[in-house]
Nanobody, 115 residues
């Protein structure tokens, strides 16, 4: 079994910042890809950012230049630094890992951007 525990969500004003963390535990032996997705009310879940074991990153266009994904391979943890947040970033954020062909999801953490 693999468990993903997310933290760092909350309420922030427009223009503010948040840092999400996701720690993987359990039967971890070779994580290939780590990433963040989000789902806003009434919308489909969308990819936000991914990072490979080697550190290559990929971002959805709407967050480029504002969000930064990083990972600590020794601690099996992925981070998402979110700056210059806007109300359009309001969503439940989920972390995902891919390991040996299997996909695992976190439980989600709410991010609300509002004044």
């Amino acid at each position: 079994q693999v468990q993903l525990v997310e933290s760092g969500g909350g309420l922030v004003q427009p223009g503010g910042s948040l840092r999400l963390s996701c720690a993987a535990s359990g039967n971890i032996f070779s994580i290939n890809l780590m990433g963040w997705y989000r789902q806003a009310p009434g919308k489909q879940r969308e990819l936000v950012a991914t990072i490979t074991t080697g550190g290559s990153t990929n971002y959805v266009d709407s967050v480029k230049g504002r969000f930064t994904i990083s990972r600590d391979n020794a601690k099996n943890t992925v981070f998402l630094q979110m700056n210059s947040l806007t109300p359009e970033d309001t969503a439940v954020y989920y972390c995902q890992i891919k390991q040996k062909g299997f996909i695992y999801w976190g439980q989600g953490t709410q991010v609300t951007v509002s004044s």
